[in-house]
Every structure is written in C-alpha cells, then in structure tokens.
C-alpha cells in the first residue's frame, strides 16, 4: 500500500491542522489506520488510530480530546484534525496502515506494514 501524507505545516501554540494521509489500495476499508510523529531526538510515538469501519478509535493520552482521527473509506484518506496545538507536538507526523487489523487496535510502530513519507508538524510558541 502506499501511503502519501500531507497537510503539515508552521502554526501557532493554540492554532490548528488538519493532516491527510491517501492511500492506494482498493481495500483501504479493510485496513485499520494509525497516525504517529517522531519529533528530534526521540523515538516514534503512537497519535492515534482507527479501524477499517471507523467504528472503533483509539488516542494516545498526549493527544486525547485535541486531535480527532476520522476516515472516508470512498476517498481511501484517513485524517487527522489537531487543535490546540502545543510547541510539544512539533514532529514529522507519519501515516501507517495495519493489513491485518486484529479487534484491538494496534499502538506499536513495528506492527505496521506500510508507512506514509511523514509530513512536519511545526508549532511555534
């Protein structure tokens, strides 16, 4: 699958984004779908994740009641929509699809099979 992200940008502590991640596949509803960023310096972390339906969500605690995933399954793109930003969430935010999505969703980078190019993040104090 390939996955390409887009929507980063410079903003303002506060201001918001919204990240785009369009995929290939013509399965992309079967494919549950995470979001990470790894900023300098540090490893990469999960954001968020959704399940092929949509039905099911999941946030890291970091994020929880500012970002918001969502996808549309007929355009194969999955989002995410951050508000509030804060200078702690500058990093190149990565796009991953899960193939073979378990009824958890899943949290760890390695068990992802296809990964977007990232796209930077930057919020300015």
């Known amino acids: 699958v390939q996955l390409q992200a887009s929507g980063g940008g410079l903003v303002q502590a506060g201001g918001s984004l919204r990240l785009s991640c369009a995929a290939s596949a013509r399965t992309f509803s079967s494919y549950a779908m995470g979001w990470f960023r790894q900023a300098p310096g540090k490893e990469r972390e999960f954001v968020a994740a959704?399940?092929?339906?949509?039905?099911?969500?999941y946030y890291a605690d970091s994020v929880k009641g500012r970002f918001t995933i969502s996808r549309d399954n007929a355009k194969n793109t999955v989002y995410l929509q951050m508000n509030s930003l804060e200078s702690e969430d500058t990093a190149v935010y990565y796009c991953?699809?899960?193939?073979?999505?378990?009824?958890?969703?899943?949290?760890?980078?390695?068990?992802?099979?296809?990964w977007g190019q990232g796209t930077q993040v930057t919020v300015s104090s």
């Open positions: 959704i399940s092929g339906s949509g039905g099911r969500i």
């Open positions: 991953a699809a899960d193939r073979n999505p378990r009824l958890w969703l899943r949290v760890r980078d390695q068990e992802y099979d296809d």
